[in-house]
């Protein structure tokens, strides 16, 4: 017979016997025919299970829900449960919230048909022009937010009036 317990029902009683230990265990006794028999129980302890996780979250995954707790920043959890065998389970979360965005922006103004290059394309006309960055971290949060208010500069007309004198 192969059994396996988790090591909080030790003693184990087996056929009259109180086993304290993981092992291969003998139980004679006479069967129905009057002849000996033996019984073999081979036994396997487990003990409680513990894992360790690792998670990391953008700033607009917070707050997190992890097994009915909340987590707003970085830290750990835990949370103890049963594992495949129904013995105590602990698992630990170590979570990690990426720092908040960076927000860079410029404002400028260029002239009715020139242009501006900026972040490698170019633009020609009025408005606001977001380019977002992705930072190499394993949540690969959006990091960087770079905007450009681009004006157009109207065109001015001026008169000058000047008096010069003869000769």
Do not use: M
């Not at 700033?59 to 959890?77: C, E, F, I, K, R």
């Not at 049963?82 to 400028?108: E, F, I, K, M, W």
């Not at 109207?154 to 010069?164: G, K, L």
């Amino acid at each position: 017979v192969n059994e396996r317990i988790c090591e909080a029902q030790i003693p184990y009683v087996w056929n009259g016997q109180s086993i304290t230990a993981a092992g291969v265990y003998k139980h004679r006794t006479t069967n129905q025919a009057g002849c000996d028999s033996v019984t073999v129980l081979q036994l396997r302890v487990d003990t409680y299970s513990s894992t360790d996780t690792t998670a990391w979250l953008c700033p607009n995954d917070v707050p997190y829900t992890w097994h009915g707790q909340s987590l707003s920043a970085t830290g750990t959890l835990q949370w103890t449960g049963t594992n495949r065998y129904g013995c105590d389970s602990v698992v630990t979360l170590h979570a990690y919230v990426a720092s908040a965005p960076v927000t860079q922006t410029t404002d400028t103004a260029i002239c009715p048909g020139s242009f501006l290059r900026w972040r490698g394309r170019i633009y020609r006309e009025a408005g606001t022009y977001i380019d977002t960055v992705r930072t190499a971290t394993p949540a690969q949060c959006d990091s960087i937010y770079h905007t450009l208010n681009l004006t157009l500069l109207q065109p001015t007309d001026s008169v000058t009036n000047v008096t010069i004198c003869k000769g």
